[in-house]
């Protein structure tokens, strides 16, 4: 018995009721939901320069220290993005097949929470 550091670690969350540790799969469809902590420092880190998308299920982005913008993709063509503050202790539910994308405004620890599989990223067209 050992502690699990989910700055290193994922937890898997499988339907069948069981949590196992294990290396972080932010694409794989493993049958299961993931949650992943991420100590981030820069934009680089958090790949803002790229959309992402899951088809799977919806994800909760939460911000555990820190502050960031999560940026919601328009649906149409040449609309302004939207985008969500997330300060320490917040959360937000990121609907299925929605694009999103974040910039952090200071260094922050984040957490996911989702179904990777099927997971799509695309460049942001600036």
């Known amino acids: 018995m050992s502690p699990i550091d989910l700055f290193d670690r ?16 932010m694409a794989a469809d493993d049958g299961g939901w993931q949650l992943a902590a991420f100590h981030v420092e820069s934009d680089t880190d958090v ?11 919806d994800e909760a982005v939460c911000c555990l220290r820190g502050a960031l913008r999560l940026y919601l993709r328009p649906a149409e063509p040449g609309a302004p993005e939207t985008f969500v ?6 959360a937000f539910l990121v609907a299925r097949h929605h694009w999103h994308r974040i910039e ?4 922050s620890d984040i ?3 989702g ?12």
């Open 10 to 25: 994922a937890l898997r969350f499988r339907p069948e009721g069981t949590v196992e540790s294990g290396e972080r799969r």
């Open 47 to 57: 790949h803002a320069d790229h959309w992402e998308m899951h088809p799977a299920g």
């Open 85 to 90: 503050r997330l300060t320490a202790g917040t």
């Open 104 to 107: 952090l405004d200071e260094p």
């Open 111 to 113: 957490m996911s929470i």
């Open 115 to 126: 179904l990777r599989g099927g997971t799509r990223q695309e460049p942001v067209q600036r």
